[in-house]
Every structure is written in structure tokens, then in C-alpha cells.
């Protein structure tokens, strides 16, 4: 399968991240572009989409850079530091969220946006 390759402008930003191989990111690949309002909850931007999948080898605690869904709010979800459940360093969503991808380079130059920001997401 090709590299799918995607391109992430969050505010004045724009990122690239590559997608995995999963029946979730299937979905998120099938539905781009995205544009959306995004929300923020400690270093994560979330939005709601209209993607409807299950757990799909959900994770409590994710990495720096990854995107993931979250099936309860049919949610996106862009991980670039600590939440409010994190314990230390980690990174831990609301609720266990499928990684569909990664965020290439220093995901971290999302600490300065606030909530209300425009995000699109579309093929890089």
C-alpha cells in the first residue's frame, strides 16, 4: 500500500503526518478533507467528525505526534503534550483512542493554539 501522506494547517501552522494501515484511518482517508473548528483539552486539539468507528486496538496512553480517534466523540484527536489525566510526562486521553497516524517533526509548535482554531486536514 502507498504512504498516505497527510497535510495538517492548524491556525498559521501546517504539519505533515503519515497515516497507518488501519480500517480507522481507511475511513479518515476516505473522508478528506476535513475542515474544522478544533477544541483544546491540555497539549491535544480535538474535533468532531463524521467518521463512526469502534476501538480498534485502543490505546490509553499515546505518544507525542500520534493522531488518533476517539470512537465516543467521533473525534480526532492531535497529541502534542500532556492531558489533564496525564500522570508525569505521558500522554493519556479522555478515553482509549485508535492511533491512525503519526505527525512528522516537533508536534510540540502546537502548544500555542487555543481553542476555536480552524484545522483542515487534507492529502499532502
Not at 486496538?57 to 473525534?75: F, K, M, R, S, T
Request: with cysteine; net charge negative.
Amino acid at each position: 500500500m502507498e504512504t498516505r501522506r497527510v497535510k495538517l494547517k492548524v491556525g498559521d501552522l501546517e504539519l505533515t503526518g503519515v497515516l497507518n494501515t488501519t480500517a480507522t484511518a481507511d475511513k479518515l482517508w476516505a473522508e478528506l478533507p476535513i475542515d474544522a473548528s478544533g477544541n483544546t483539552w491540555g497539549d491535544e486539539i480535538y474535533f468532531r467528525t463524521s467518521i463512526e468507528a469502534e476501538e480498534e486496538d485502543a490505546q490509553e496512553v499515546v505518544d507525542l505526534g500520534d493522531i488518533g480517534y476517539w470512537p465516543p466523540g467521533q473525534a480526532l484527536c492531535l497529541f502534542y503534550g500532556p492531558t489533564p489525566p496525564s500522570r508525569g510526562d505521558e500522554i493519556r486521553p479522555a478515553s482509549p483512542v485508535n492511533v491512525i497516524g503519526k505527525m512528522d517533526g516537533d508536534a510540540t509548535v502546537l502548544k500555542g493554539v487555543s481553542s476555536g482554531v480552524r484545522v483542515v486536514i487534507e492529502n499532502a
